[in-house]
């Protein structure tokens, strides 16, 4: 009569040892962390300084591998396709979240578990100090008169710059001759020489230069002037309307597969949390040019919509030619 | 002044700073030797390596890395005509041939000492110069990059061997795989045919590995039979008058070296090519005939690819822009350390610059030592069974390119394309146009469309502009003249001159 109770209970016990064992050990081994761009740029930046930290608190090793590639696109992939275990992590940055909209991929971060939504990046038009504008109301008033003779750098079709141009354009319109680079570096390279007029660009990627004397900032895309950059003014004073916006920069997040048990995600929350609200990362995103988010959870899902909805709706709006597909159709809503 | 000195030394009179040094270039050279883990792969290891530790030991160990993994690509290229890194696929053509007739050893050691020159006329360059060249590279514009991804595509009559028109199919095959992939502009698939994998293009060490890596080893098996080569391993240090000989082509290649290393856009790759092209116009007496173990051909590729170290340096510490991809991940490491790698650096703490001129000087003092080292070992390379040669040869390149991206598709790709090489060589095509066609497509490709879109998609201003700068004009007179030294056109005029 008793035994079998006892046995059942026994086994019951015995398994809720086991699982305890296992939630209690999670990480027991390496684990493995893709970065979706390449090596010395600001996604591999942030990820190899803030992924330390988290060593530390976690008490394991993460294993980083740049997997780059279509703008995030293969590193994305790679890490949905591994077991939902937590032990493969991807480090990536906002492009995923325009993917159907431009017809790369049929996912987003939709498809994953936000870990941490890491930070933001501060956005400043950059010109050559012999421009002859001060401040983008006077680019825009000299584009205004002289269409499509002014050269504005750009990362491609969905990068930093095209998004930009593309809220200008939603509110105002700015025609320009569109020079396309491989990225930030050689792009801030060509500004340097003089063979571009402007481009926008991450204060990360420019702030040295601004400091330096060698570029000069005409506006940045906040609606305040920012401490970092005195002097410099916010595009609102240009175009009021890019307000509704605002704030938008792009962003830095840690990622998990979607079916990720439920205490091991926490577990990697909580880590990540801890790990960005630390002194010595935060004194590193400031040096770096952005701006602590620190989200996860509903705050993070909520984010990402926000982001999602006022950057493909600008675009459409401005009608880039690279959107594929009309955000409505995907189910993304108006801002 | 006497600060400038203090920091210089730094890395030589510090035994922590002086042992990471060396440990670096050995490091570098074992690296850079096998095909697929590169530098770039390394010092991206190494800054979550040394994340805790002192921004001058991190330092330290990076340099001695990319000092000696440059170099170290030419062993490979030498011993098993596998070349470990883009930067050494020129010093394969005649290194090759050289260990073929039983002079690995002196290829090596020729290789080291050329590489010590190149590296030190770097580094000259770069304290020297540094500011000045850096102003000049930003003058460099779309178009000037453009004119420079034409003057490579001249270089095909250099490296084509007997067939030019097979070496013209080659290039066009070669681009072509470069542009596989994303768009740049409108981030529109290119000749994907619908494969995810593919968007991020065909990596060129993919197809390098498979070109010269797998080819290679299915080609040997045709001299199955043949007997390996004995080697002299008793001539390993080249004789002094040797050296004398080579020195003023070696200072010309170093100093393509530098200038291509210092422009943001080309790398060590490229100059190594150009250096090669410059070595066979200009050498009318070479050892032995170019692509047959010319001397002059290892010492050309040898001396500029290390020379670009230092160029790359320059816009590194004079603009906080990177010259290569590893300068890129290093510029990533100052900032992960808390430095402000920009124009301000050299005012801010000109410490680092000193440093980094110091120490790359140390580097070369090392690589001096160490490439001199394990050269007896090395060579007996060659004279290995093929039966065991080969399959250690085809696990290296599936290790190899395994490491670049951890990305199983590519080691499918990169044996395709061993397979596509094996029936190129059988059909007698050289596979140096090839990578020409894979490194300069994307850049034509890039650089056309900047020059384009820069002057509003008018042809006729495009045309105007490339005659209208000094730099560009300069740049289509190369051009033109070397195009005209190659028709009928210049026997014509020779010959008049002659008349009168």
Redesign the interface.
């Known amino acids: 009569m008793f035994k079998p109770l006892l046995t059942s209970l026994a086994v019951a016990v015995g398994s809720l040892a086991v699982a305890g064992s296992a939630l209690a050990d999670y990480p027991e081994r390496n684990i493995q962390g893709t970065i979706q761009w390449g ?3 600001a996604t ?2 942030v990820a ?2 803030l ?2 930290h988290v060593e530390e608190i976690l008490d394991t090793t993460i294993v ?8 995030g ?2 590193g994305m ?2 890490v949905m396709r591994q077991r939902a275990d937590g032990y493969n992590l991807l480090y990536g940055a906002e492009n995923p979240q325009l993917y159907p909209l ?1 017809g ?2 049929d996912f987003t971060y939709d498809d994953m578990h936000a870990v941490n939504i890491i930070g933001q990046g501060l956005v400043v038009i950059a010109a050559h100090p012999n421009s002859p504008f001060d401040t983008f109301a006077e680019l825009m008033e000299y584009a205004r008169e002289n269409p ?2 002014l ?1 504005m750098g750009g990362t ?3 990068g930093l710059p095209s998004t930009v141009h593309a809220m200008i354009n939603a509110v105002d319109e700015l025609d320009v ?6 990225g930030d ?2 792009g ?3 500004l ?2 003089e ?2 007029d402007f481009m926008p660009l991450s204060l990360s990627a420019v ?3 601004i ?4 570029l000069k900032g005409l506006a940045v895309l906040t609606s305040e002037e920012l401490e970092s950059l005195p002097g410099v003014p916010p595009i609102t004073q240009a175009l009021p309307d890019i307000e509704a916006f605002l704030p938008w920069g792009p962003f830095w997040g840690v990622f998990v597969h979607q079916d990720t048990p439920d205490d091991i995600k926490s577990t990697l929350e909580d880590a990540y949390e801890q790990a960005v609200a630390g002194d010595e990362f935060q ?2 995103l400031t ?2 040019g952005g701006a602590t988010l620190n989200l996860s959870g509903d705050e993070a899902q909520a984010y990402l919509d926000n982001w999602q909805s006022v950057t493909a709706w600008s675009m459409h709006e401005a009608e880039a ?2 959107v594929k597909v009309s955000p409505e159709e995907l189910g993304i809503p108006r801002p | 002044m006497s600060d400038t000195f203090s920091f210089l030394l730094m890395a030589w009179l510090d035994p922590g700073l002086l042992s990471l040094t060396a440990l670096g270039v050995l490091a570098g050279i074992y690296i850079g030797a096998i095909p697929g883990l590169s530098v770039t792969m390394a010092v991206s290891i190494l800054i979550s390596f040394t994340f805790s530790w002192d921004i001058n030991n991190a330092l330290a160990l990076m340099v001695g890395i990319y000092v000696g993994g440059v170099y170290g690509g030419s062993r490979t290229a030498i011993l098993l005509n596998i070349p470990g890194a883009p930067s050494a696929v020129v010093t394969a053509f005649d290194g090759y041939p050289l260990a073929q007739r039983g002079e690995a050893g002196r290829a090596i050691g020729l290789s080291t000492v050329m590489s010590v020159i190149g590296g030190f006329i770097g580094v000259a360059v770069l304290a020297g110069t540094a500011p000045y060249l850096s102003d000049l590279a930003l003058q460099f514009a779309p178009r000037d990059y453009f004119l420079i991804a034409i003057m490579g595509l001249l270089l095909v009559s250099t490296l084509s061997g007997k067939s030019l028109a097979r070496g013209i199919f080659s290039v066009a095959l070669g681009s072509t795989i470069g542009l596989v992939g994303m768009d740049m502009v409108t981030a529109q698939p290119r000749l994907t045919m619908g494969s995810m994998e593919l968007l991020g293009g065909i990596h060129y060490v993919v197809v390098m590995i498979g070109l010269f890596g797998v080819a290679e080893a299915f080609y040997q098996l045709h001299n199955m039979a043949k007997v390996p080569v004995k080697q002299n391993v008793d001539k390993i240090i080249p004789p002094l008058n040797m050296v004398l000989k080579f020195l003023p082509l070696s200072i010309r290649t170093s100093i393509i070296g530098v200038v291509v290393g210092a422009l943001p856009g080309t790398g060590g790759d490229i100059a190594s090519l150009f250096a090669y092209d410059h070595a066979k116009r200009t050498v009318k007496n070479p050892s032995s005939p170019f692509g047959e173990g010319a001397y002059e051909g290892l010492v050309a590729p040898e001396t500029a690819n290390n020379a670009a170290v230092g160029g790359a340096y320059v816009p590194m510490l004079t603009l906080g822009m990177p010259g290569d991809a590893v300068t890129a991940v290093i510029i990533g490491a100052l900032v992960i350390h808390g430095l402000n790698p920009g124009p301000m650096l050299m005012i801010e703490t000109p410490h680092i610059f000193w440093f980094t001129v110091g120490n790359l000087a140390l580097a070369n003092i090392f690589l001096l030592i160490f490439g001199m080292t394990g050269i007896k070992v090395f060579s007996k390379v060659v004279e290995i069974p093929k039966a065991i040669l080969i399959p250690l040869i085809l696990v290296l390149c599936v290790v190899g390119t395994y490491s670049i991206n951890s990305n199983m598709m590519e080691v499918y790709w990169m044996l395709g394309f061993g397979i596509l090489g094996y029936w190129l060589k059988v059909y007698g095509f050289q596979m140096g146009p090839i990578i020409l066609g894979v490194i300069l497509g994307p850049l034509l490709d890039e650089t056309y469309r900047q020059a384009m879109s820069s002057v509003g998609d008018s042809s006729s201003d495009f045309l105007l502009a490339l005659v209208a700068n000094p730099l560009s004009l300069a740049l289509t007179t190369v051009i033109t003249l070397v195009l005209l030294g190659n028709t009928p056109l210049k026997g014509w005029i020779m010959a008049r001159f002659a008349r009168n």
Do not use: K
Request: glycine share 20%.
């Open positions: 090596a010395g740029g591999d930046n190899r300084s992924t330390p980083l591998t740049n997997r780059p590639g279509g703008t696109v293969i992939n790679h431009m790369l991929a499509g003779e050269r491609g079709a969905g001759r569109d020079v396309t680079f491989g570096g050689p801030v390279t060509a340097l020489g063979h571009i702030a040295e230069q400091r330096g004397g060698r004194e590193f040096n770096f030619e690279t």
